[in-house]
């Protein structure tokens, strides 16, 4: 009977963990190890491309990648996992209870917005984490126009001034002018606990994020964060009201809840404690990668972030050392030393930012020309080629040179 790889979840840490795992049996000649991907569907959702419009276009099919190197693709929702018999409980495509077992598992799935108890959030906020909710966003801007002209209509609260806040909130301007025409009085309010604009993301780009959203209008409330939130707009904590119909929710991310279901340490996401290998610390066959590990990006103290930066490499390696462990061979550490980001900020254009320390390298028109490379080219997968594939699914491979 063939030993089995099986990763739970298809976004980019999924994708990537199977490419790896088939390069590295194919490099051994190994045809006595199988690999599957149990997820919702065969797709890879471009989830950070969420905050854009046109949602409903940003995935890319993976039935045909998985078939040419050789991936099982198992259709269903995973709901428990045995550790101690190797199984996992998952409903299928029409609902029903199945199971399937694992030799090596790796635990690829993902993150979700963390919505906290706040009277009407789950009501009446929107947010960009999933392509679903991100598409009842779009179907609501456009419906904007059909409601009375108020200040309210023509208003926007995106609660939280982090990556996802700022390039939806840069966004809206654009996207609210094409649903009401160009003389609406529109509004776009970022409501943040920070004292300082774009604080999270350090003081190198503060002043370029203060800038941009002012030339485009984004106003700030700073100190301050939303409590209520209703039909009709939002309460805030330091007891002022704004009037809005439309309320986006980016605050505060958590890694699946499935790691709940595996004894280990935890940091305050959720995730799980990995060794250099991705390994779960204190489990003999199972890796976390992703969103829903808590890895060593170098020895200088640094940790990979939520993103899918760091969710391409992660793949690429637990998919290749849990390969590994079944072949007898010597695993690849994962190790992602250089760190960059590419926010986007609307009309005005983006900054590019190289270093844990952010040093901005590129900024407006030139910005935006690589984060529409990175949004439109980089970030999808390879084509359905064997080979090409495969080789793309090699762990050395730098994210970013």
């Excluded at 079944?326 to 009309?347: F, H, N, R």
């Amino acid at each position: 009977m063939k030993q089995h790889i099986l990763i739970l979840g298809a976004g980019f840490s999924g994708m990537w963990s199977a490419l790896s795992a088939a390069r590295l049996l194919d490099k051994n000649n190994r045809s006595d190890i199988s690999v599957s991907v149990l997820a919702p569907q065969a797709e890879l959702r471009v989830r950070p491309r969420f905050y854009e419009p046109e949602v409903h276009t940003m995935k890319a099919a993976l039935d045909e990648l998985f078939a040419a190197v050789g991936v099982n693709f198992i259709k269903g929702s995973a709901q428990t996992i045995d550790t101690t018999n190797k199984r996992i409980s998952y409903n299928d495509n029409q609902g029903q209870p199945n199971h399937v077992t694992y030799d090596r598992l790796i635990l690829a799935t993902g993150s979700s917005v963390a919505r906290p108890a706040l009277p009407g959030v789950n009501q009446f906020a929107f947010d960009v984490d999933q392509i679903e909710q991100a598409a009842k966003l779009e179907s609501h801007i456009k419906a904007l126009a059909n409601q009375p002209d108020s200040a309210a209509r023509n208003t926007v609260v995106v609660a939280g001034g982090g990556f996802t806040g700022i390039e939806t909130a840069t966004e809206m301007p654009e996207r609210l002018r094409a649903a009401l025409g160009n003389d609406a009085k529109i509004r776009v309010v970022i409501v943040d606990r920070g004292q300082q604009i774009g604080a999270a993301l350090g003081e190198n780009i503060s002043p370029i994020i203060a800038q941009a959203t002012s030339e485009l209008g984004v106003e700030w409330r700073l100190g301050t964060a939303v409590t209520g939130i209703d039909a009709d707009g939002v309460t805030l904590s330091d007891g002022q009201r704004i009037e809005a119909k439309t309320v986006v929710w980016t605050v505060g991310v958590r890694a699946s809840s499935l790691t709940e279901q595996i004894a280990g340490e935890r940091d305050n996401h959720g995730r799980l404690h990995v060794d250099a290998n991705l390994k779960v610390m204190g489990q003999a066959d199972i890796f976390a990668t992703g969103d829903v590990a808590y890895a060593a990006t170098d020895d200088q103290g640094n940790y990979a972030l939520m993103t899918c930066q760091h969710a391409i490499a992660l793949g690429r390696s637990s998919g290749n050392n849990a390969a590994a462990s079944l072949l007898d061979v010597a695993p690849i550490p994962y190790s992602q030393e250089k760190y960059v980001t590419c926010l986007d900020l609307g009309q005005w254009g983006a900054v590019y930012t190289e270093g844990w320390d952010r040093q901005v390298k590129l900024v407006k028109d030139e910005g935006k020309q690589l984060k529409t490379q990175i949004n439109t080219q980089w970030i999808y997968p390879p084509v359905a080629d064997r080979a090409i594939a495969l080789a793309a699914a090699d762990p050395l491979i730098p994210v970013v040179a």
